[in-house]
């Protein structure tokens, strides 16, 4: 990642920051608009809570790009845990759709192609953490 991309994630970053509620639940909406089946995954879950979750984890990332090797074991074991809830290789995109649409929507004129290239890598190097993690999981499972 160059340091105009993670220059880019932490301006955007900021304008989210002050809307991380509201963003968060945007994105919940837009991930079960996309796949009505993944509310099941929340079925038990205190949405406000698991809204603070993302906001905290998606900071965690940003705090971190500067060392986001640092992050793969976090990330891994986070990658993990998610094959408990049901979470399947798929979602992953569908994720990072509903991520990309909600800052999209979020940013409004600040969203730019440079900024969707960003987060894009961003999300790519999260979940390709978390999808080792996962098959590493599935691994010892089988």
Same mark, same amino acid.
């Given at each position: 990642?160059?340091?105009?991309?993670?220059?880019?994630?932490?301006?955007?970053?900021?304008?989210?920051?002050?809307?991380?509620?509201?963003?968060?639940?945007?994105?919940?909406?837009?991930?079960?608009?996309?796949?009505?089946?993944?509310? =099941?995954?929340?079925?038990?879950?205190?949405?406000? !809570?698991?809204? #603070?979750?993302?906001? $905290? *984890? &998606?900071?965690?990332? %940003? /705090?971190?790009?500067?060392?986001?090797?640092?992050?793969?074991?976090?990330?891994?074991?986070?990658?993990? =845990?998610?094959?408990?809830?049901?979470?399947?290789? !798929?979602?992953? #995109?569908?994720?990072? $759709? *509903? &991520?990309?649409?909600? %800052? /999209?929507?979020?940013?409004?004129?600040?969203?730019?192609?440079?900024?969707?290239?960003?987060?894009?890598?961003?999300?790519?190097?999260?979940?390709?953490?978390?999808?080792?993690?996962?098959?590493?999981?599935? *691994?010892?499972?089988?």
């Amino acid at each position: 990642m160059t340091p105009a991309q993670k220059e880019t994630l932490r301006e955007t970053w900021g304008k989210v920051v002050p809307i991380a509620d509201t963003a968060a639940a945007m994105f919940y909406d837009r991930l079960f608009e996309i796949d009505p089946t993944l509310r =099941r995954l929340f079925g038990g879950t205190d949405m406000a !809570g698991q809204r #603070e979750k993302l906001v $905290e *984890a &998606l900071s965690l990332v %940003l /705090e971190n790009l500067d060392d986001l090797e640092a992050l793969v074991p976090t990330l891994e074991d986070l990658g993990c =845990r998610h094959v408990a809830y049901g979470v399947k290789t !798929g979602h992953y #995109e569908t994720v990072g $759709e *509903a &991520l990309l649409w909600t %800052l /999209e929507q979020g940013l409004g004129e600040t969203w730019s192609p440079t900024a969707a290239d960003a987060w894009a890598l961003a999300y790519g190097f999260v979940a390709g953490a978390m999808q080792r993690g996962a098959a590493t999981a599935n *691994a010892i499972a089988a």
